[in-house]
């Protein structure tokens, strides 16, 4: 099954036509009339999941509030959240390209149905007002004195940042800030990043090296002190309050770890062997072996990847950078020599 949730050029310009003709026609309506309801991404059926599974996966949808800003909101590229929120109502995407979050809402309903203990708290809303901004967000669990963000995740995810992903770690640090800065609310000493990885093998597990030994991994996060947080979060208002004034194209580009970016490696190849003898950053080093070991070697050139661009944001469409990444989709072979 494809997760790619991109729609074709061809089919995106038609769907903006008729959205574009239809908010002219909106524009067009008498004073007196009730405004109409804000815009709403299109959820298609590409795999024919049963109805009522279908709308469930389809239901789930945030306003945008430009008074609001949301802790998993802030911790994200701002070009994503910004071109997500301009475009909510021309991106097209599938029901099943949801699949996870819609995992990831049922897992948040056991938390909330723990049984209660004096000391815990479940799906906590903590906010506070900045510079007249509500900043928001959820915690998932406050036991004792832990504060706890579930997760699900991959094997590579855990093994490529072990010690959680940057915006995990700052979304969970944003939270005891916000806890800390409210008079009523419990406060905590320690915070944890709990990964679930959906994709964990026994087997492999058993062969031993970095791979998770379980499939559930819990990580210890270092907690920020208030003047880093306050910092932390200073500087991500303004930067998404600036990014409101600019055009699309004009938005700070996405970084390549934000972009899930795998870069450009030269394998060196044998005759008759479908494995690689060895991977080379650079091409010179990769042609040098291959020289050395006959000429039944050759380098092949594995091209690096915009991933998040390629498959994983439905933004990337009004994108000027993931408009390249997408045309460049399936047109391009890795190149040997």
Same mark, same amino acid.
């Given at each position: 099954?494809?997760?790619?949730?991109?729609?074709?050029?061809?089919?995106?310009?038609?769907?903006?036509?008729?959205?574009?003709?239809?908010?002219?026609?909106?524009?067009?309506?008498?004073?007196?009339?009730?405004?109409?309801?804000?815009?709403?991404?299109?959820?298609?059926?590409?795999?024919?999941?049963?109805?009522?599974?279908?709308?469930?996966?389809?239901?789930?949808?945030?306003?945008?509030?430009?008074?609001?800003?949301?802790?998993?909101?802030?911790?994200?590229?701002?070009?994503?959240?910004?071109?997500?929120?301009?475009?909510?109502?021309?991106?097209?995407?599938?029901?099943?390209?949801?699949?996870?979050?819609?995992?990831?809402?049922?897992?948040?309903?056991?938390?909330?149905?723990?049984?209660?203990?004096?000391?815990?708290?479940?799906? #906590?809303?903590?906010?506070?007002?900045?510079?007249?901004?509500?900043?928001?967000?959820?915690?998932?669990?406050?036991?004792?004195?832990?504060?706890?963000?579930?997760?699900?995740?991959?094997?590579?995810?855990?093994?490529?940042?072990?010690?959680?992903?940057?915006?995990?770690?700052?979304?969970?640090?944003?939270?005891?800030?916000?806890?800390?800065?409210?008079?009523? #609310?419990?406060?905590?000493?320690?915070?944890?990043?709990?990964?679930?990885?959906?994709?964990?093998?026994?087997?492999?597990?058993?062969?031993?090296?970095?791979?998770?030994?379980?499939?559930?991994?819990?990580?210890?996060?270092?907690?920020?002190?208030?003047?880093?947080?306050?910092?932390?979060?200073?500087?991500?208002?303004?930067?998404?309050?600036?990014?409101?004034?600019?055009?699309?194209?004009?938005?700070?580009?996405?970084?390549?770890?934000?972009?899930?970016?795998?870069?450009?490696?030269?394998?060196?190849?044998?005759?008759?062997?479908?494995?690689?003898?060895? #991977?080379?950053?650079?091409?010179?080093?990769?042609?040098?072996?291959?020289?050395?070991?006959?000429?039944?070697?050759?380098?092949?050139?594995?091209?690096?990847?915009?991933?998040?661009?390629?498959?994983?944001?439905?933004?990337?469409?009004?994108?000027?950078?993931?408009?390249?990444? #997408?045309?460049?989709?399936?047109?391009?072979?890795?190149?040997?020599?």
């Amino acid at each position: 099954m494809s997760n790619n949730i991109h729609e074709t050029p061809e089919r995106i310009d038609a769907e903006r036509a008729d959205r574009q003709k239809i908010a002219a026609d909106a524009a067009e309506q008498p004073a007196d009339q009730p405004p109409p309801a804000p815009p709403r991404r299109t959820v298609t059926n590409r795999y024919a999941l049963p109805q009522a599974l279908y709308e469930a996966m389809a239901a789930h949808h945030r306003p945008h509030d430009p008074n609001v800003l949301h802790v998993t909101e802030l911790v994200q590229p701002p070009r994503i959240q910004i071109l997500q929120q301009r475009h909510e109502g021309e991106i097209i995407e599938d029901a099943m390209d949801r699949f996870w979050a819609f995992r990831g809402t049922a897992m948040h309903e056991v938390i909330a149905a723990m049984p209660p203990k004096p000391d815990r708290h479940t799906e #906590l809303s903590v906010s506070l007002n900045h510079s007249g901004i509500l900043v928001t967000g959820t915690i998932d669990l406050i036991d004792g004195d832990t504060l706890s963000d579930w997760k699900f995740g991959s094997v590579f995810g855990v093994i490529f940042d072990p010690d959680g992903k940057p915006e995990h770690r700052a979304q969970v640090n944003l939270y005891r800030y916000l806890l800390a800065m409210s008079p009523i #609310l419990p406060k905590v000493q320690r915070l944890q990043l709990i990964y679930l990885m959906n994709d964990w093998s026994e087997r492999r597990a058993l062969q031993g090296g970095n791979y998770p030994s379980k499939p559930v991994v819990v990580i210890e996060v270092p907690m920020w002190d208030n003047d880093t947080a306050a910092q932390y979060l200073d500087e991500r208002v303004a930067l998404y309050m600036n990014c409101r004034l600019v055009t699309d194209d004009e938005l700070p580009l996405c970084s390549d770890k934000e972009r899930w970016r795998t870069p450009t490696t030269y394998a060196v190849m044998k005759e008759g062997r479908k494995s690689a003898l060895k #991977l080379h950053d650079n091409r010179q080093d990769a042609e040098s072996m291959a020289a050395i070991n006959g000429n039944k070697c050759y380098v092949e050139i594995r091209n690096g990847e915009d991933r998040r661009c390629a498959k994983y944001c439905s933004a990337a469409p009004f994108c000027d950078y993931g408009r390249i990444v #997408l045309s460049k989709q399936g047109g391009q072979e890795d190149e040997s020599e």
